[in-house]
């Protein structure tokens, strides 16, 4: 289980739906007019056909209530209820009205929203929305999927995001030629397998593959309810048997492990770990032994790993066991998976005939999957040899010169606030250095200590006066988080000489980066800072970093212009 919801609100009242419901009830009563007086009928069988803006408002205000409602409700009770056309009268209402792919999705996330918050987060529980799930079905066809003859498997099924569109797309294929109901049900559990930790959301998933064979394509109930394609199984458990598949399809869970379940976990995933292991690399890695030579694996996954330092083994074994056919970024980073601010990409691999031990700099298809749905040609994406980042199309600065050649080295902030507040003063003292803190750093790109300090009301720090993490020359403060929403991804300031003598040194909160000079004839702060604010940085940060946090090694290994000379 996991994937994305998106979020809503409505009144589970059978009586009359909140304030909060009423434009979306008009909005539907506007679209269900025009349908009546074209002759069309409204029901689960034949819903409106929606905007997807207008899917995402629905969805967002049906979501909003249930989280209000969350403990008081059976989440699998109540999903049951819906999926049988048995929900409260309004909400029953608003999920038949959608289109069918939607519909189920609406129902998924909202048993990710009723359940126990520490539940969702152990599993990593985001639900694919349909358009993401219709991108990649064609991207994997286009690379080769042929889906009236190869097997595919979902190894993290829950909602059956991807299992019910491919049955639809399947059986349709199908009876097109004429298959009849028994054949149809003794070849869908051939060609589509799923498996799913969460044994209620493997509940939910058969559910709604039986609906929608029932509801969509008139089959027999009783005949239907023998099939259940999504099986209660951990993919990742050691020495499973992954089934007879072609290719695999899915979106795995985003869930860095804890210390104590990386620990369990690297001595199978060594090959991969350079870092605290993330279940979706597990996932990939995993895949690439379950399906034959020639066989794809299509999946979503957060886009941390292009270029984050943690996923460098993970890239190079990668490159080694499988193509890289193409690589498509999601527009937008919020408002996809439910609760998930996170840069998303597709990502589609071919394994190899046998693994190679080095793979050499290559090339990938990409494009990006627009808000509106709209798919557009991007480039080629550079696959770094050796575990170096992968970068996305665009243009390289001129020049191409690191922070090594600029004759600096970056280290993150050594304070974290939160952990060691009793060490935060108001006002300057003996044996207290100014804390520069990540509002210091202006979008103009300005020092302002003071507009740092007032963030917190706390502008200063008490540190031994030898304190290797005490800065004592001019340097540089980088933001060390950033988003997609910012005019520019990255924020530097020049920290002056006269400002870090006056006060003995500086010292740096955890959420900037400081870069300071490693040799005497390194060009000035000022100099740096305006390279680092140029808008060619920030789009060859935009390359190489899927996340919204900035790591020192990142930044190191970016392509800055050449310094002047």
Same mark, same amino acid.
Request: glycine share 8%.
């Given at each position: ?5 998106? /979020? ?46 207008? !899917?995402? @408002? ?10 209000? $409602? ?105 009876? /097109?030629?004429? +298959? ?42 009783? &005949? ?14 050691? =020495? ?17 492990? /804890? ?18 292991? *993330?279940?979706? +690399? ?21 886009? /941390? ?64 999957? @627009? ?51 009793? $060490?935060?003063?108001?006002?300057? =003292?003996?044996? $207290? ?19 740092? +300090? ?31 929403? @910012?005019?520019?991804?990255? *924020?530097?300031?020049? !920290? ?13 909160? *955890? ?10 004839? +390194? ?38 212009? &050449?310094?002047?000379?």
């Amino acid at each position: 289980m996991h994937k994305g919801d998106l /979020s809503v609100s409505v009144s589970l009242s059978e009586t009359r739906p909140s304030d909060t419901l009423s434009v979306v009830t008009e909005q539907y009563s506007d679209l269900a007019l025009s349908h009546a007086q074209a002759g069309t009928e409204v029901s689960a069988a034949q819903p409106l056909r929606m905007p997807l803006a207008l !899917i995402g @408002q629905t969805l967002t205000r049906l979501l909003t209530s249930y989280r209000r $409602r969350r403990g008081t409700v059976e989440p699998l009770a109540h999903c049951l209820e819906l999926i049988g056309g048995r929900g409260p009268s309004v909400v029953q209402l608003l999920v038949d009205s959608l289109p069918h792919a939607w519909s189920d999705h609406a129902i998924a996330s909202i048993y990710a929203v009723l359940m126990p918050r520490d539940r969702r987060k152990q599993l990593g529980a985001y639900f694919t929305p349909p358009h993401l799930v219709d991108h990649l079905v064609w991207r994997l066809q286009a690379c080769g999927m042929d889906l009236g003859r190869d097997r595919l498997r979902d190894p993290a099924a829950g909602g059956a995001a991807f299992l019910v569109p491919l049955a639809r797309l399947m059986i349709s294929e199908w009876r /097109s030629a004429g +298959a009849t109901d028994l054949e149809i049900l003794t070849r869908l559990p051939i060609r589509l397998l799923g498996s799913e930790i969460e044994p209620e959301l493997a509940i939910i998933a058969n559910a709604l593959l039986h609906r929608m064979l029932v509801k969509e394509f008139g089959i027999d109930a009783e &005949k239907a309810a023998g099939i259940g394609l999504v099986q209660t199984d951990d993919s990742l458990a050691e =020495g499973r048997t992954n089934g007879d598949v072609d290719h695999e399809i899915g979106n795995p869970p985003f869930l860095r492990l /804890s210390r104590l379940d990386h620990a369990q976990a690297r001595p199978r995933f060594a090959d991969i770990s350079s870092g605290r292991l *993330n279940l979706y +690399a597990m996932f990939v890695r995993r895949a690439l032994e379950a399906v034959p030579v020639g066989g794809l694996v299509g999946y979503i996954l957060p886009a /941390s790993f292009l270029g984050g330092p943690e996923f460098s083994l993970f890239r190079r074994r990668v490159l080694q066991l499988a193509e890289v056919l193409a690589i498509d970024m999601v527009e937008k980073r919020s408002d996809v998976f439910l609760d998930a601010i996170q840069d998303a990409c597709f990502l589609i691999l071919r394994r190899r005939r046998a693994p190679i031990d080095v793979a050499p700099p290559t090339l990938a298809r990409s494009g990006i999957l @627009q808000r509106d749905g709209r798919f557009e040609v991007f480039g080629l994406v550079e696959l770094g040899a050796s575990g170096a980042p992968w970068r996305l199309p665009g243009e390289s600065c001129k020049g191409e010169a690191t922070l090594t050649d600029w004759g600096y080295r970056g280290s993150i902030g050594y304070l974290v606030a939160n952990r060691q507040a009793e $060490r935060l003063h108001v006002e300057a =003292g003996e044996g $207290r250095f100014p804390l520069i803190w990540a509002k210091a750093v202006t979008t103009e790109g300005s020092f302002d200590f003071a507009r740092g +300090a007032a963030f917190k009301d706390r502008g200063w720090v008490a540190a031994p006066p030898d304190a290797p993490y005490v800065v004592r020359q001019a340097c540089v403060a980088v933001q060390r988080t950033s988003s997609r929403g @910012q005019n520019r991804r990255l *924020n530097a300031a020049a !920290i002056p000489e006269d400002f870090v003598h006056t006060h003995g040194g500086i010292v740096g909160e *955890n959420h900037v980066i400081l870069l300071v000079p490693t040799r005497t004839d +390194a060009p000035p702060p000022e100099e740096l800072a305006r390279a680092l604010n140029e808008q060619a940085a920030s789009e060859e940060l935009d390359r190489i970093c899927g996340s919204a946090s900035i790591s020192v090694r990142l930044l190191e290994s970016m392509r800055l212009r &050449k310094p002047p000379t």
